[in-house]
Antibody
Framework: QVQLQESGPGLVKPSQTVSLTCTVSGGAISGGGYYWSWIRQHPGKGLEWIGYIYDSGTTYYNPSLKSRLTISVDTSKNQFSLTLSSVTAAETAMYYC?????????????WGHGTLVTVSS | QSALTQPRSVSGSPGQSVTISCTGTSSDVGGYNYISWYQQHPGKAPKLMIFDVNKRPSGVPDRFSGSKSGKTASLTISGLQADDEADYYCCSYADNWVFGGGTKLTVL
C-alpha cells in the first residue's frame, strides 16, 4: 500500500521561498505511470490544485502559480518536491501531496496527511 | 479557472438519502468525464470516494454513487450513517484541475 508523507518548514516569512517534500513509501515513484501532485487547502476553505509531475520529469502547473512554482522529482530518494517563491500571507494553507492514477480514469487516489505552511513575519 | 459550485451544506437523518450537486461549465464538468468526489473528515486528508463520474474505488460502500447531466455532477449517499458526516468536494479536469468549494454534510 503506497503511502505519502509531506515535510516542510512550517513557518515561512513573506516574500521568501517555501520548499516542501513528499516522500513516497510502499512503492516506486517511477515506472508506474503515475503523476505526483501538490494540492493546498486554505484555512476553512476548499481545495486548490497546485500542479503535478510525471516520473519522466514533465510538469503541469496551475496557471495562477506557474511563474513562481517548481515541482521536481528525485527518483533515487523516492521523493518529489514543491518550491514556491515570493510567498504571501494569503498562501498560508495545508499543503497535501497526492498520487494521480491515470489507468481507466484520472483521479487523486492516494493522499498524504498534509503539512501546514504558515506565512508570517 | 473558477471553482466548481457546490451547496455550502446539506443534511439528512440516518437511513435517508442526500444528493450533493456540483455545477461547472462546458469547459470542465460539461466537457469531461474525469469527475471525482472526495470525502474529508475534520483534520484529515481527503479520501477518494467516486471517480470517472460514477466509479467507486475498492472499499467504498455502494451507498455512494455518482452521476452527471450536462454541466452538473452529483454525489448521492443513501442509507446515511453518522460517519458520513464530513465535507465533500467534487473535482473536474479542465485543461488543469478544478475543485468545488465543498459541501458540509450533517447527519441529524
Amino acid at each position: 500500500q503506497v503511502q505519502l508523507q509531506e515535510s516542510g518548514p512550517g513557518l515561512v516569512k513573506p516574500s521568501q521561498t517555501v520548499s516542501l517534500t513528499c516522500t513516497v513509501s510502499g512503492g516506486a515513484i517511477s515506472g508506474g505511470g503515475y503523476y505526483w501532485s501538490w494540492i493546498r487547502q486554505h484555512p476553512g476553505k476548499g481545495l486548490e490544485w497546485i500542479g503535478y509531475i510525471y516520473d519522466s520529469g514533465t510538469t503541469y502547473y496551475n496557471p495562477s502559480l506557474k511563474s513562481r512554482l517548481t515541482i521536481s522529482v528525485d527518483t533515487s530518494k523516492n521523493q518529489f518536491s514543491l518550491t514556491l517563491s515570493s510567498v504571501t500571507a494569503a498562501e498560508t494553507a495545508m499543503y497535501y501531496c497526492a498520487r494521480v492514477t491515470t489507468r481507466g480514469a484520472w483521479r487523486f487516489d492516494t493522499w498524504g496527511h498534509g503539512t501546514l505552511v504558515t506565512v508570517s513575519s | 479557472q473558477s471553482a466548481l459550485t457546490q451547496p455550502r451544506s446539506v443534511s439528512g437523518s440516518p437511513g435517508q438519502s442526500v444528493t450533493i450537486s456540483c455545477t461547472g461549465t462546458s469547459s470542465d464538468v460539461g466537457g469531461y468525464n474525469y469527475i471525482s468526489w472526495y470525502q474529508q473528515h475534520p483534520g484529515k486528508a481527503p479520501k477518494l470516494m467516486i471517480f470517472d463520474v460514477n466509479k467507486r474505488p475498492s472499499g467504498v460502500p455502494d451507498r455512494f454513487s455518482g452521476s452527471k447531466s450536462g454541466k452538473t455532477a452529483s454525489l448521492t449517499i443513501s442509507g446515511l450513517q453518522a460517519d458520513d458526516e464530513a465535507d465533500y468536494y467534487c473535482c473536474s479536469y479542465a485543461d488543469n484541475w478544478v475543485f468545488g468549494g465543498g459541501t458540509k454534510l450533517t447527519v441529524l
